[in-house]
């Protein structure tokens, strides 16, 4: 996990929760608020003046939701993360907000510990998921019928497992030294990975092996 230190806009319409999560993120030395936003409007233009390294944001809010402030993101600042603070658990709410570019989703009943776990992990390029979404996402997939079942594999074992550690949202070293490899070899992998399933961010790497079946 990254030492440096990780700026962060807060995004919700709810005062008191942009208050209560900016008294939790002040007591870590390791990210600072450098904003706060009560809608995707006002998130986008407080981004592109601060250039924070997170966008910390929730999904249902006036002006503009999550889901079309995630997309302008990804569009007109590719640069910056955006992590997924909701309530919502449903799969649905979850694909679509990783297909829109997000690069992580974390419920609200997290702690605070896992939160900056969050933040710190998506900050350095990974995605993640917290268990409670990664829970929702592996029971759905269990109830879809074997017609829907994801095509054959496309990867070799060795860059399924390269493809998992990146899921769980594990850098480039943390990989090579879980797999004993060097780091250039698993930047190989990943170039190999990203071209074989024509897939370029690490959001959609992931939704891929959850839809594998690679999580446990």
């Known amino acids: 996990m990254t030492d440096e230190l990780v700026r962060i806009l807060l995004v919700d319409d709810h005062p008191l ?16 608020v450098v904003g706060m936003a009560n809608n995707g409007q006002q998130a986008l233009e407080l981004a592109a003046e601060l250039q ?18 995630t997309e302008r993101f990804r569009e007109q600042l590719p640069q910056i993360k955006v992590l997924i603070l909701s309530m919502h658990d449903d799969r649905e709410y979850i694909m679509k907000l990783v297909r829109c570019g997000a690069s992580g989703y974390v419920l609200k009943d997290v702690s605070s510990r896992e939160l900056i776990n ?15 979404v990664s829970q929702t996402l592996f029971n759905a997939a269990a109830l879809e019928p074997a017609e829907t079942a994801p095509k054959p594999d496309l ?41 074989k399933l024509d897939l370029q961010t690490t959001a959609a790497l992931a939704r891929y092996a959850f839809e594998r079946g690679l999580l446990e």
């Not at 860059?159 to 879980?178: C, F, P, Y």
């Open 118 to 132: 969050a933040i710190q992990t998506v900050s350095t390029g990974a995605s993640y998921f917290s268990s409670g």
């Open 17 to 32: 929760v942009l208050d209560g999560i900016n008294a939790r993120l002040e007591q870590e030395a390791t990210v600072q």
């Open 52 to 69: 924070p390294d997170v966008v910390l944001m929730d999904i249902s809010m006036p002006v503009m939701n999550g889901f079309e402030a």
């Open 155 to 195: 990867l070799t074992p060795r860059e399924n497992d390269v493809l998992k550690s990146i899921a769980e949202g594990l850098s480039n070293k943390e990989i090579a030294r879980q797999l004993s490899i060097s780091v250039r070899t698993v930047e190989t992998h990943r170039l190999n990975i990203k071209q």
